[in-house]
C-alpha cells in the first residue's frame, strides 16, 4: 500500500531561522510524482512544486529547496530564512502512474514562524 | 490565474439532511477531485472525475455521491448527513495536458461543513 508520512506534526521557528520539513513515502511502484502544497490560514493549498520519480535532481527556488532522495524514500523541503508569511500547514503528497491522479497526502506540518 | 470556487465557506447542516457541495473551475480542465481534511489525517480523496458524467471512487467514497453534468462543475452530494461527515472539504482541478493526470492539482478555498 502506498503511504505519505510527514512525522512533524507542529514545528515553531523564529524568523530568520532554517526550518526542514520531513517527508517520507511508501510505494513499490517505481513511477510516481511528488508533490508540496502549502495551506495558508485561508484555507487554500497552493500547489510547490512537483517532482518524478526519475528525476532525484535537488531543487532551489528562492528560499524554498527540495532535496528528494530515493534511497531513503525522502522528499524533505527546507525554507531558508524563514517569514511570518511561512506561517501555513504544509502537505507532502504522492501520486502513482496509474491511479488516475489520485493525490495521497501526508498528514501535513503545521510551520509557525515567530517575529 | 486558474480559479476554483466552492459555493458556501461554512455550511452548518442537521443529521438526515441531504447535503450539496457545489464546485465550479474556470480553466476548461478534465480533472475534478473532492477531498476531505480533518485533523492528523491530511486530506482524503472521497471521488473523482476525468469528464463529464465520469467519476470515480477515492478512498472514502461512503455516504457520498457525485455529479458532474458539465466540464466546469463538480458537486458532491451528502445523500443522509451524519455528524461523521463534519469536515473540511476541498475541491480541486486539474488539467489533462502534456502531464497527463501527474498535474498539480488547483483547490479552492474549501467548504467547512458542520452537521449537527
Known amino acids: 500500500a502506498q503511504k505519505v508520512t510527514q512525522a512533524q506534526t507542529e514545528i515553531s521557528v523564529v524568523e530568520k531561522e532554517d526550518v526542514t520539513l520531513d517527508c517520507v513515502y511508501e510505494t513499490r511502484d517505481t513511477t510516481y510524482y511528488l508533490f508540496w502544497y502549502k495551506q495558508p490560514p485561508s484555507g487554500e493549498l497552493v500547489f510547490l512544486i512537483r517532482?518524478?520519480?526519475?528525476?532525484?535532481q535537488n531543487e532551489i527556488s528562492g528560499r524554498y529547496s527540495w532535496n528528494f532522495q530515493k534511497s531513503t524514500s525522502s522528499f524533505n523541503f527546507t525554507i531558508t530564512a524563514s517569514q511570518v508569511v511561512d506561517s501555513a500547514v504544509y502537505f507532502c503528497a504522492l501520486t502513482l502512474y496509474n491511479q488516475g491522479g489520485k493525490l495521497i497526502f501526508g498528514q501535513g506540518t503545521e510551520l509557525s514562524v515567530k517575529p | 490565474d486558474v480559479k476554483v470556487t466552492q459555493s458556501s465557506r461554512y455550511l452548518v447542516k442537521r443529521t438526515g439532511e441531504k447535503v450539496f457541495l457545489e464546485c465550479v473551475q474556470d480553466m476548461d480542465h478534465e480533472n475534478m477531485f473532492w477531498y476531505r481534511q480533518d485533523p492528523g489525517l491530511g486530506l482524503r480523496l472521497i471521488y473523482f472525475s476525468y469528464d463529464v458524467k465520469m467519476k470515480e471512487k477515492g478512498d472514502i467514497p461512503e455516504g457520498y455521491s457525485v455529479s458532474r453534468e458539465k466540464k466546469e462543475r463538480f458537486s458532491l452530494i451528502l445523500e443522509s448527513a451524519s455528524t461523521n461527515q463534519t469536515s473540511m472539504y476541498l475541491c480541486?482541478?486539474?488539467?489533462?495536458?502534456?502531464?497527463?493526470?501527474?498535474?498539480?492539482?488547483?483547490f479552492g478555498p474549501g467548504t467547512r461543513l458542520t452537521v449537527l
Open positions: 480541486a482541478s486539474s488539467p489533462r495536458g502534456s502531464g497527463g493526470f501527474y498535474n498539480e492539482q488547483f
Open positions: 517532482r518524478n520519480s526519475f528525476d532525484e
